[in-house]
């Protein structure tokens, strides 16, 4: 099976500031990555597809990036709202395995 | 609109069985893969299984032979069977959809998830 493999495990910044999270993939997934937020007692909420499309509705600040086994969420200015934990998952083939997510939390 | 509600969650105990259902609306139920998806608390998401359009199923190796998943078109309702249940299997569970019909989607919908909690 595919692992997925995310960092960091959290991190915390201020308002404003440009976060990074990674994931990477134990083999080659081409660009099935997709990214979700979860707020904290919420459901997840899908924010990328296809490693770089934004969904629907969700804001500019969210981008992402990476083919083959490396890929990035960045969020260009952090705010307050974004609280979360991150997950990355890759949906082609079986198992759907998700990244053991990345804690965002405000400094 | 697309609406995904899970039911049958509760407390069994060790080596028990429990079917947990997922009620869908808003959408064409026949022609979406289903998946399910669990979260121990303070964990991260696992998916645990997946029934395709065509009745095709996939699980986790950690519960291959232990779930079944099935599902009934004609009541847009979709069914996590769990049986040999241990303390591992204690989470919340959720069935989620696809962001459009067809194979390999990412997932677009949640069910707001029903708890399953394993214990004696």
């Known amino acids: 099976d595919i692992q997925m493999t995310q960092s960091p495990s959290s991190l915390s910044a201020s308002v404003g500031d440009r976060v990074t999270i990674t994931c990477r993939a134990s083999q080659g997934i081409t660009n099935y990555l997709a990214w979700y937020q979860q707020k904290p007692g919420k459901v997840p909420k899908l924010l990328i597809y296809a490693a770089s499309t934004l969904q629907s509705g969700v804001p500019s600040r969210f981008s992402g990036s990476g083919s083959g086994t490396d890929f990035t969420l960045t969020i260009s200015y952090l705010q307050p709202e974004d609280v979360a934990t991150y997950y990355c998952?890759?949906?082609?083939?079986?198992?759907?395995?998700f990244g053991q997510g990345t804690k965002v939390e405000i400094k | 609109e697309v609406q995904l509600v899970e039911s049958g969650g509760g407390l069994v105990q060790p080596g028990g069985s429990l079917r947990v259902s997922c009620a869908a609306s808003?959408?064409?139920?026949?022609?979406?893969?289903m998946h399910w998806v669990r979260q121990a608390a303070g964990k991260g998401l696992e998916w645990v299984a997946a029934i395709g359009s065509a009745g095709d199923t996939y699980y986790l190796g950690s519960v291959k032979g232990r779930f079944s998943v099935s599902r009934e078109n004609a009541k847009a309702s979709g069914y996590l069977q769990m049986n040999s249940l241990t303390a591992g299997d204690t989470a919340v569970y959720y069935c989620?959809?696809?962001?459009?019909?067809?194979?390999?989607?990412?997932?677009?919908?949640w069910g707001q998830g029903t708890l399953v909690t394993v214990s004696s």
């Open positions: 989620a959809r696809g962001r459009g019909d067809g194979v390999n989607r990412p997932f677009e919908y």
């Open positions: 998952q890759k949906y082609n083939g079986s198992p759907r395995t």
């Open positions: 808003g959408y064409t139920f026949s022609n979406y893969d």
